[in-house]
């Protein structure tokens, strides 16, 4: 008896069996494109829900509807994207400072006429 072992011999095949592999073979392939497939529609379908809210909501302010509450708090805190740009200074991140004083200006310009136009601040509401 050697150390070496002789490659063990495969079955012989079936009739049929290279068909079924290659049928198998294909299915595993596809199969995560079905998967991607389902996710994608159903994600296509909460960007046509979300779109068609957002168009609503736009339609309605341009005609003289005023705002939500929580919507205007919301856009209160996220105009010029300033926060964000913040936070990045605030954990290191390199940031352009430049582009934070722009952001800043229009967080402060979006307040400033959200008041004029009657809306709470939103540091009031959390008191």
């Given at each position: 008896m050697s150390g070496t072992r002789s490659p063990k011999k495969p079955e012989p095949l079936q009739p049929g069996d290279e068909q079924i592999a290659r049928e198998e073979i294909e299915g595993y392939y596809t199969h995560t494109v079905?998967?991607?497939r389902v996710e994608l529609?159903?994600?296509?379908?909460?960007?046509?829900?979300?779109q068609a809210k957002a168009?609503?909501?736009?339609?309605?302010?341009?005609?003289?509807?005023?705002?939500?509450?929580v919507d205007a708090w919301s856009i209160e805190l996220h105009a010029g994207g300033h926060t964000e740009i913040g936070m990045d200074i605030i954990n290191g991140r390199s940031t352009?400072?430049?582009?934070?004083?722009?952001?800043?200006?229009?967080?402060?310009?979006?307040?400033?006429?959200?008041?004029?136009?009657?809306?709470?601040?939103?540091?009031?509401?959390?008191?």
């Open positions: 079905d998967v991607a529609e159903a994600a296509q379908q909460r960007f046509d829900r979300v168009q609503e909501a736009i339609e309605a302010f341009n005609a003289g509807e005023r705002l939500p509450e352009d400072h430049a582009a934070y004083d722009a952001a800043k200006a229009r967080n402060e310009a979006t307040r400033r006429w959200l008041r004029s136009q009657g809306y709470e601040p939103i540091h009031d509401r959390r008191r």
